[in-house]
């Protein structure tokens, strides 16, 4: 707050013992709110380790490009030993779909096993497609081939870093109630965060309980 007050009160040289101070920051941001001056906005930054979250959430999350960098795990590099799988909340609610759920990651993940066991041995023999100099360029080939069988449902950490300005949109657009369950759940969880590290910042939002039992922003 103190980085965004000090950027906006620069762009009038508006400083000194009676000008804003910084306990009246409050009402300060409820003006720059209101004139639509958010570019002030934009020179505080928060970086977030989301995990957890499924391929199909990020690939929502990723369509935010403004104000926003990100970085995903790549299942072209990283072993397939370390495959997680994330399970909507609408499966867990339910014994048969939450049973389909297991049975298919289950699946999923041997036939990812065999497939690249197959890669593997056709490697070894000399396939061109699949040789490479390196150890580390024959082991993405023979993943990002294998990769194709995952489902959304495979987790995709990522690091977010985006400026106020950019989660304030995005937390509005992400955490009301009209949002995809998925990734209402996820920003109902950054706004928390973000009320604790910019209370100012994000004060005129409301959190409003669902009536199934979750929150919206």
Known sequence: EGLCKF???????SFGPKRTQNKDAGKYFEEIKKSGHGSVLEHAQFSFLLYGISRSQTHELVRHRAG?????VSQRYV??????????????????????????IDSLADEYEAIAERLLILQSSGNSILSGEQKTDRRKKVQQCARSVL???TEAPIVMSAN?????????MRA????????RELFFRVFLCM???APILFADFEIVELP???NAV
């Open 79 to 104: 072993s397939r030993k370390v495959l997680r799988f994330v399970e909507r909340p609408e499966y867990q609610e339910d014994q048969e779909l939450h049973e389909r759920f297991v049975r298919r």
């Open 212 to 214: 199934d039992g979750t």
């Open 176 to 183: 009301n109630e009209d949002a995809e369950v998925e990734i």
């Open 151 to 153: 489902p959304n449902e």
């Open 68 to 72: 926003c960098a990100y970085s995903q």
């Open 164 to 172: 106020v300005r950019a989660l304030r949109h995005i937390i509005s």
């Open 7 to 13: 950027a906006g009160q620069l762009c009038y040289v």
């Open 195 to 197: 009320r604790v590290a």
